[in-house]
């Protein structure tokens, strides 16, 4: 894991003063707050300073008879910040920051002793965590088992973030440290639950449970869920094709069909009448002799036939208007 430049610093101040004397540790969360106590064997107490990493932030003159103990905080804003509960010398610091971590260090000076009496804390200040995030690796299946990994990992507050997993089932409890967790489940076996826990110094986190069948529910013998969908994928759009292409020709031949109106204009139509009345009709002829060239020289050799036409129907007009073929007229007088 990659250090920021502060934990690097951190690490420089505490290596330094370990070397001298005893180093306790103080853990404090992001926004609350730490106290560091003073446990000074000195009895007559000159002056007492709180030095952060290698900046006075305090420096305390204890009360006399004649007059009361003087605080001096060097920096403004960490006046409303710095506490001493119970008027002692031990010192609070409140709204925890990232910034906070590091090395305090009190000095308490004495009039008895030639050095000052030396105590010192190491602050780190951690964030509250998260719900750590799961991802799942690539995904190997093959006759039916799936076998991939499972990563454990946090967004942000990340820092001295240790993993560990729960596995539920297959009739009892595994746990496994680390952030990586290999799985191999094989379909129609008893389903597994995975839990990923994530701590730090000041607090702990788990994600959701993930089922073992979700995460390998295309664990089949012929491949992944994509190379099942993938044709019926293709499939869709040749479908839309031939529904387009149907629905281009029945438009079409809808296009030549005649509608009811002009089919009506087709089948009646009006017949001409060309009987202008009923009835029995009767046709004189005059018959000449071809060899007579003047009617008036030979009267009486003018030949005169009448013709009936028989009613066959009450309208025959009405039936046919074609002519009606040659037959025997009723009687035919010669005179």
Not at 136 to 143: A, F
Request: charged content about 20%.
């Amino acid at each position: 894991m990659a250090c920021s430049p502060a934990h690097l610093i951190f690490i420089s101040l505490l290596c330094q003063f370990t070397a001298s004397g005893t180093l306790m540790k103080k853990v404090g969360a992001l926004g609350g707050s730490v106290t560091f106590p003073v446990e000074s064997t000195v009895k007559q107490v000159d002056s007492i300073v709180w030095i952060f990493n290698a900046t006075t932030l305090v420096t305390i003159q204890p009360a006399m008879p004649d007059k009361k103990a003087t605080i001096i905080v060097t920096q403004n804003r960490n006046k409303e910040r710095v506490v001493f509960p119970d008027d002692s010398y031990s010192l609070t610091l409140l709204k925890l920051k990232k910034n906070d971590s590091g090395i305090y260090r009190v000095e308490t000076y004495s009039s008895s002793s030639q050095s000052p009496f030396t105590q010192e804390y190491g602050l780190h200040v951690y964030e509250y965590l998260s719900k750590p995030k799961v991802t799942m690796g690539l995904q190997n299946n093959k006759n039916g088992t799936c076998i991939t990994n499972l990563t454990c990992s946090m967004e942000q507050g990340g820092e001295d973030v240790t993993y560990s997993w729960k596995t539920l089932g297959q009739g009892g409890n595994k746990s496994h440290n680390g952030s990586i967790l290999p799985i191999s489940w094989r379909l129609g076996e008893r389903d597994l639950t995975f839990i990923c826990t994530a701590r730090n110094p000041i607090s702990s986190n788990s994600s959701s449970p993930i089922l073992a069948w979700k995460l390998c529910k295309d664990a089949d013998d012929g491949g992944s869920y994509s190379s099942l969908v993938l044709p019926y994928l293709l499939l869709v759009p040749f479908l839309l094709c031939i529904l387009v292409l149907v629905l281009f020709f029945t438009m079409r031949e809808r296009r030549k069909e005649p509608t009811d109106g002009e089919k009506r204009m087709d089948i009646h139509r009006e017949i001409p009448n060309v009987c202008p009345h009923s009835g029995e009709n009767t046709v004189y002829e005059a018959i000449r002799y071809a060899n007579k060239i003047n009617a008036e020289e030979d009267p009486l050799s003018t030949l005169y036939s009448t013709v009936q036409i028989p009613k066959t129907v009450e309208n025959p007009c009405s039936l046919t208007t074609k002519p009606d073929p040659p037959r025997l007229f009723a009687y035919e007088n010669v005179i």
